[in-house]
Nanobody
């Protein structure tokens, strides 16, 4: 079992910044990819940004140049620095991690965090 705990959401005015954090814990052998997704009311969950263990990143077009994803492999933690926030960034942000756990044997895992609300006022 792998648990993901997110923090850093909140209410901010348009143009402001927030930093989200997500820490993974459990019987983790390795984490391949970590990412952030978001889901606004009435919309499907969408990828915001992802990062591999080697540091390769991928961003949604809507956040390129404004958001930066990073990770601390030693702490199994991923961050999302969000700058120049817009009202359309308002959503519940979810952390995701995929990798390998070790209990009796190795097994693949994919886990989601509980979500953190980000609200951007105009």
């Amino acid at each position: 079992q792998v648990q993901l705990v997110e923090s850093g959401g909140g209410l901010v005015q348009a143009g402001g910044s927030l930093r989200l954090s997500c820490a993974a814990s459990g019987s983790i052998f390795s984490i391949n990819a970590m990412g952030w997704y978001r889901q606004a009311p009435g919309k499907q969950r969408e990828l915001v940004a992802a990062i591999t263990s080697g540091g390769s990143t991928n961003y949604a077009d809507s956040v390129k140049g404004r958001f930066t994803i990073s990770r601390d492999n030693a702490k199994n933690t991923v961050y999302l620095q969000m700058n120049s926030l817009k009202p359309e960034d308002t959503a519940v942000y979810y952390c995701n991690a995929e990798g390998t756990i070790v209990v009796d044997t190795k097994a693949d895992f994919g886990s989601w965090g509980q979500g953190t609300q980000v609200t951007v006022s105009s």
